[in-house]
């Protein structure tokens, strides 16, 4: 059995044995359903366009779930919106589960992002650095 199949075999199993399958299967409904264009004529840079938060968007190449397809689609509307928008695309053979395994290329994306946020952040006495800067 090839090593990917082994891994989704085992993760299968243990996922089996500590969550419902009634749960999953609704929760997967409402993935598969949830459209946040629907209320603005499919128009998703209509519908975030009043965002006003910084985002970060990973993919990873072989997740279906979440494919990267869609995750450039979300960029392109927050660009469109002249919105604060980071996005990194990682190889990586795990497809859904990628985001749960230690990657180094992924944990350095989010450390990189928490670290320009925390430089952005004033400190508590009103300095510009951020939290725990010297």
């Known amino acids: 059995m090839p090593a990917t199949e082994s891994y989704l ?6 996922f089996s044995e ?10 997967t409904r409402a993935l598969d359903y949830f459209d946040p264009a629907r209320r603005h004529d499919g128009n998703l840079a209509k519908a975030l366009a009043a965002a006003t938060a910084k985002f970060l968007l990973v993919s990873f190449t072989t997740d279906w779930r979440f494919a990267p397809r869609r995750s450039r689609e979300i960029v392109k509307a927050l660009l469109d919106n002249r919105r604060d928008v980071s996005y990194a695309e990682i190889d990586a053979p795990h497809g859904h589960d990628a985001f749960l395994l230690e990657d180094a290329r992924y944990m350095g994306v989010v450390r990189s992002y928490f670290n320009r946020i925390a430089s952005e952040t004033p400190s508590p006495s009103g300095g510009g650095q951020g939290w725990g800067q010297a």
């Open 18 to 27: 500590y969550f419902d399958a009634n749960t999953y299967l609704l929760i």
């Open 9 to 14: 075999r085992y993760q299968g199993d243990k």
